[in-house]
C-alpha cells in the first residue's frame, strides 16, 4: 500500500508553465509505475503520463507529449509532472496513482488537484 499527496495545482495562462508533485509513502517504490491521470466534468478519466520506477522508462498521451515532462526523485519518493505550454483543454482535475507491476490490487491513488487553463 502506498500512500500519495499531491500539491501544486493552481490557476495559470494559456502557454504557462506549473509542475505538479506527487509524494509517495508507506513502501519501497521498486516494482511500481507512477503515472497521472486527469478528468474533466463529464468524461472519463484520462491517461496522461506514466513513469516504471525503477528503471525511469516513460509513456506520455499523444495529447500531452512534446510538452510534459514526468520524473521521479528517488530520495524524495516524490514524482512530478512538469506541464509547459498548457492549453485550455489541460484544464483539469489532476490524478496522481501507483500501480504494483503484475499485481491486481486496485491503485492507489492522491487526492487530485485542480489545474485552470485561462485563454
Known amino acids: 500500500q502506498v500512500q500519495l499527496v499531491q500539491s501544486g495545482g493552481g490557476p495559470v495562462h494559456a502557454g504557462g508553465s506549473l509542475t505538479l508533485s506527487c509524494a509517495a509513502s508507506?513502501?519501497?517504490?521498486?516494482?511500481?509505475?507512477m503515472f497521472w491521470y486527469r478528468q474533466v466534468p463529464g468524461k472519463d478519466y484520462e491517461f496522461v503520463a506514466r513513469i516504471r520506477w525503477s528503471s525511469g522508462e516513460t509513456y506520455y498521451a499523444d495529447s500531452v507529449k512534446g510538452r510534459f515532462v514526468i520524473s521521479k526523485d528517488n530520495a524524495r519518493k516524490t514524482m512530478y509532472l512538469q506541464m509547459n505550454s498548457l492549453k485550455p483543454e489541460d484544464t483539469a482535475v489532476y490524478y496522481c496513482?501507483?500501480?504494483?507491476?503484475?499485481?491486481?490490487?486496485?491503485?492507489?491513488w492522491g487526492q487530485g488537484t485542480q489545474v485552470t487553463v485561462s485563454s
Open positions: 508507506g513502501r519501497t517504490l521498486s516494482g511500481y509505475d
Open positions: 496513482g501507483a500501480d504494483l507491476i503484475g499485481s491486481t490490487m486496485a491503485r492507489d
